[in-house]
């Protein structure tokens, strides 16, 4: 994909989901006032999640059950109650870790959301079948196709006895509500699932203040996901770090140009309770960025994002996991 070169002219007229976010951020900025975690539609689910969520890959770096059981149960008490997780996180640590913090209770108060790696329908209801007893749950809210960051993925999915055969008879079975996928490698490979048709849900992908110059999700993926109306998943959004060695925009812009865009959720990794504080902060406190303002931004970060040098999941296999390394014989 060519190298994106965007202009101030160019963004401004870059209004193809304008409508559908400003009723989105006019929903977000009502709840901000009133001093809750503010939350927004999940595409046409009905479905209402909060806009900050819960990385699942960061609590199972905590190295205490105990003190990540307390810290996930702190994150919605607080309100950040979109869970993330994935059934290979950790070796599946992580979902115990999350299902041991959902009892008592706690199932009923969040929006649970694992993604799987199984492209063929056996592999796929196998994960499904490990997530839910480690989340200790009976279903499910949304389910995803994990990084779908290689060629032959899309078409592993959609074939016959393919995972999506998978997707629908869990949900057939009620164990599963809602179905997505993630990717954080090519716009291109998204455009490729979102061209088999499927009726997706949710869609996840790196969205930040560099993306929209390099092999840009937000330019090339955003618009056709507003268009039909499956909710918008953020993640990456300072790269693990990557965003902010740019040094062209502080962590508060960071995120504030993401949630102006029209995401639904954004996931955050957070594995302390002084990083969760700073973040609902900011999300409590967040006020929509005008266009000219999110211009601005793209102004400032142009020169540090063409080289993808800050971006390097989208350029590099290291951010890979091993699960589809070993699936397509990657070193």
């Not at 199932?107 to 993604?115: D, I, N, P, S, V």
């Not at 790696?117 to 056996?122: I, L, P, Q, Y």
């Not at 993926?221 to 060695?245: D, H, N």
Request: charged share 20%; with cysteine.
């Amino acid at each position: 994909m060519k190298k994106q070169h965007v202009t101030r002219r160019r963004f401004l007229q870059h209004s193809a989901y304008g409508i559908c976010a400003a009723s989105v951020l006019a929903q977000v900025s009502l709840q901000a006032a009133e001093g809750t975690i503010p939350t927004r539609p999940l595409g046409s689910t009905g479905v209402q999640v909060s806009m900050l969520g819960l990385g699942g890959h960061h609590i199972g770096q905590i190295r205490e059950d105990a003190q990540s059981i307390a810290f996930i149960r702190k994150a919605i008490d607080r309100g950040v109650t979109f869970l993330d997780n994935a059934w290979e996180y950790h070796n599946g640590r992580s979902e115990d870790l999350m299902g041991r913090a959902l009892l008592d209770g706690y199932r009923a108060k969040a929006f649970l959301m694992t993604k799987h790696h199984g492209r063929d329908k056996k592999t796929a209801m196998q994960h499904l079948e490990d997530s839910l007893k480690r989340l200790r749950t009976d279903v499910i809210d949304l389910w995803q196709f994990h990084e779908i960051v290689y060629d032959a993925d899309p078409g592993m999915i959609f074939a016959p006895g393919g995972g999506i055969e998978a997707a629908e008879l869990a949900k057939k079975q009620g164990k599963v509500r809602f179905i997505g996928f993630t990717g954080h490698r090519d716009p291109l490979l998204h455009l490729k699932m979102l061209a088999y048709g499927y009726p997706w849900d949710a869609v996840q992908m790196p969205l930040n203040v560099l993306d929209a110059h390099y092999k840009s999700f937000e330019q090339h993926v955003v618009p056709i996901l507003v268009r039909r109306r499956i909710g918008i998943i953020a993640m990456k959004t300072l790269g693990s770090g990557y965003v902010l060695r740019a040094n062209v925009v502080t962590p508060q812009e960071a995120l504030n140009y993401v949630w102006s865009l029209p995401v639904s959720t954004l996931v955050s990794g957070m594995e302390s309770e002084a990083r969760l504080e700073a973040n609902i902060r900011t999300t409590q406190a967040f006020t929509p960025l005008s266009e000219v303002q999110k211009a601005e931004l793209l102004a400032k970060s142009r020169d540090a994002a063409l080289t993808g040098k800050f971006e390097p999941f989208k350029t590099a296999p290291n951010f890979d996991g091993p699960i589809g390394r070993a699936l397509h014989g990657v070193g």
